[in-house]
């Protein structure tokens, strides 16, 4: 509000470097507070100065220039869009590889914070040649630049199938995939993204991420004690897993699924988010991979977030895995209704407060259409809607013709007298339902 900007934009051309470096930093700081600010550095024609008073400056210029450049950058994709223009990353691309490393990773980190706003502004960075160097700072001893490096790559690969290829194609995942076993959690997060902001676009892209050998050890990041480290790890499995049976398969021949149900028993809150979805995609894939599922014993924690998390959205991602599991044969709907999981799902299902999503995830179709266990069903009569009671009743009326043990067991229950109240619309499928369960029975029982 005094008018300090325009005071101190002269001072980037100054003749003493310390005052052109503590301007910039000056600069650097208004910009990094609020996007109005960080407007204000644009609009004031800070930015082409900036950019003409960096050619033969020293190592602390160049780190707070590019602090300045990442602090307007960062706000949104058309600052970003300012710093392309004004010719920002010609220059940010050569501080790659200037020799100090606190320069490299000053420019790294406003190349990421101008690549992660979307497909145009990555594209941008790839074209002006940041990929291969950056593939060249992953290997440099710095953990920071690393760390950095390895955090533009995952911006630059999130938003395309093509942009992440450029990444591959410059020689990426290899490095990568060595540095998962790295002692840094910091930078392990931001391998474990990369990695799975690749995998995540095409089967392909996924099959030369598994071609690196991240298993086993990618399994390790899931005990291990910093929470991202364990949620990007359980990210990165499902972005492999979800594409085809195949990678599914392999996935749980190399113990995935194992871990990642561990890893969800262990954890508490969005932490668990991928790890539930990875069981729900492989579960989804074929009966086989939804029995390998089972047999890990993975409905007990899916059951366990549907009661102990507050998220609508985590809720919602168990209820749909719990769907995937169940859906394929009797059987499978059997190991998911035997968990007494059934109700839980009603209840969030009719639910008011419950999210559209949750509420839709949580309809028991799938695996009412299947599941043939009566005394889990049972409990269901009494509270269902009209729309999930039509398939319960469905189910009986598929079940208790051949099967005089639970025709017995319906009565006594009180659930033949239920039937009896249901109003149905005659000649509906409902309708047909109930006079298959009553034709089971003698008239006068009946009445």
């Given at each position: 509000?005094?008018?300090?900007?325009?005071?101190?934009r002269p001072l980037l051309l100054d003749v003493i470097p310390t005052i052109q470096q503590t301007a910039a930093l000056a600069l650097g700081r208004l910009a990094n507070y609020n996007d109005d600010l960080a407007e204000a550095v644009v609009k004031g024609d800070i930015l082409p100065q900036l950019v003409c008073s960096l050619s033969d400056q020293n190592r602390f210029y160049k780190k707070a220039a590019a602090f300045v450049l990442r602090a307007v950058g960062k706000h949104s994709p058309q600052l970003a869009q300012a710093i392309v223009q004004c010719g920002?990353?010609?220059?940010?691309?050569?501080?790659?590889?200037?020799?100090?490393?606190?320069?490299k990773e000053a420019a790294s980190w406003a190349l990421g914070y101008i690549a992660r706003h979307n497909s145009e502004l990555s594209q941008a960075v790839v074209d002006a040649g940041a990929v291969p160097l950056l593939v060249l700072c992953i290997q440099e001893p710095e953990i920071a630049l690393k760390r950095i490096a390895a955090s533009t790559l995952s911006d630059i690969s999130k938003h395309s199938p093509e942009l992440a290829q450029t990444v591959v194609d410059a020689g990426a995942i290899a490095y990568l995939a060595q540095m998962i076993l790295n002692p840094d959690a910091k930078l392990k997060r931001q391998v474990l993204s990369a990695l799975s902001q690749i995998a995540k676009h095409s089967?392909?892209?996924?099959e030369l991420v598994v071609e690196a050998e991240?298993?086993?050890?990618?399994?390790?990041?899931?005990?291990?004690s910093d929470e991202y480290v364990k949620k990007n790890g359980a990210t990165l499995i499902r972005e492999i897993a979800k594409h085809t049976p195949e990678l599914s398969q392999l996935t749980v021949n190399a113990g995935g699924v194992a871990a990642v149900i561990d890893c969800i028993g262990s954890c508490r809150g969005t932490v668990r988010l991928p790890g539930i979805m990875m069981l729900g995609y492989v579960a989804a894939h074929s009966e086989n991979l939804s029995m390998a599922v089972i047999?890990?014993?993975?409905?007990?924690?899916?059951?366990?977030?549907?009661?102990?998390?507050?998220?609508d959205h985590i809720k919602a991602a168990a209820a749909w895995a719990l769907g995937q599991v169940g859906r394929h044969t009797p059987e499978h709907a059997r190991a998911v209704a035997v968990a007494n999981v059934l109700p839980t799902l009603l209840a969030m299902y009719t639910d008011t407060h419950s999210?559209?999503?949750?509420?839709?995830?949580?309809?028991?179709?799938n695996i009412l259409q299947k599941c043939t266990y009566l005394p889990a069903l049972e409990p269901l009569l009494h509270d269902a809607p009209p729309n999930i009671m039509k398939h319960i009743i469905g189910q009986f009326s598929k079940v208790l013709p051949h099967d005089s043990k639970a025709r017995r067991l319906f009565v006594t229950t009180g659930g033949l007298k239920k039937v009896q109240e249901i109003?149905?619309?005659?000649?509906?499928l409902l309708q047909e339902y109930i006079n298959?369960?009553?034709n089971c029975y003698p008239e006068e029982i009946v009445r």
């Open positions: 509000n005094s008018g300090v900007m325009s005071l101190l920002a990353l010609e220059m940010l691309v050569i501080y790659l590889e200037d020799f100090d490393p606190g320069v089967v392909d892209l996924a991240i298993f086993p050890v990618v399994l390790t990041c899931l005990k291990d047999v890990s014993k993975g409905i007990p924690p899916l059951c366990a977030c549907l009661i102990e998390e507050h998220e999210s559209e999503d949750l509420q839709m995830k949580a309809t028991l179709k109003k149905a619309e005659p000649g509906s298959t369960i009553n």
